[in-house]
């Protein structure tokens, strides 16, 4: 465990590794660099990650990039049993089925569209018009979690679990873009934020400002 290194800071993106990683009481170290500051493009970093992005983890000699895989391999590989870990064939489908689900249609079909036409609009440009259409798709896949959560304490039968992780950092990150949540996501929410693990990752990847959201998001 000692050898697992977590690179990355200030993104809902970065955030999920290391939540992950403090749920499963693992020890890491954390270098927190960030989007678009001259970090990830280093010969150095470039030589391990070429994708030059964050979240990047490495764990011996088993490098990954990608928030979800690399959340996935350390669940895999140092499950505790405060996580979820699916064991069937239609617990492991269904895990995929909300994972895939959250990160396509809400962050990258929705809450990164409304980033890069807002915060990256100097890369991307700007349109209020587009911000505003994210946003409303994103309304949409809101009104089908809260119905499949209404009544549930969490995504799947087992307990807590990688898809509830995505899905709580992706209504963190629609806050701080000032949407409104369901009643009953927003109770979802507030009661897994009350995690200790939760509380934990936040400190250590919004350092700066501890507590809440900063505008480096994703």
């Not at 970093?45 to 070429?50: H, K, S, V």
């Not at 140092?78 to 895939?100: I, Q, R």
């Amino acid at each position: 465990m000692a050898g697992i290194t977590l690179w990355g800071a200030g993104t809902p993106r970065s955030f999920r590794p290391i939540w992950m990683a403090e749920e499963l009481g693992l020890e890491y170290k954390h270098l927190p660099i960030g989007p678009r500051t001259g970090e990830t493009q280093t010969p150095e970093y470039t030589e391990m990650n070429r994708k030059q992005k964050i979240p990047f983890m490495s764990d011996g000699d088993i490098r990954l990039s990608e928030s979800l895989a690399i959340c996935r391999y350390l669940l895999g590989a140092y499950p505790n049993g405060d996580v979820f870990l699916p064991e069937t064939l239609k617990d492991k489908a269904k895990e995929d089925e909300w994972c895939c689900y959250i990160f396509g249609e809400m962050d990258e079909s929705s809450l990164y569209v409304m980033r890069r036409h807002s915060d990256l609009a100097d890369i991307y440009g700007g349109s209020k018009e587009v911000v505003q259409s994210a946003g409303q798709y994103l309304q949409r896949h809101l009104r089908v979690l809260e119905g499949h959560l209404n009544g549930r304490e969490f995504l799947m039968d087992g307990g807590f679990s990688l898809p509830d992780l995505m899905l709580v950092s992706c209504l963190d990150w629609a806050l701080f873009y000032g949407l409104e949540l369901p009643e009953t996501l927003n109770h979802y929410r507030d009661r897994i934020a009350e995690r200790p693990a939760y509380a934990r990752a936040m400190q250590v990847n919004y350092a700066e400002l501890f507590g809440g959201l900063n505008n480096g998001t994703a």
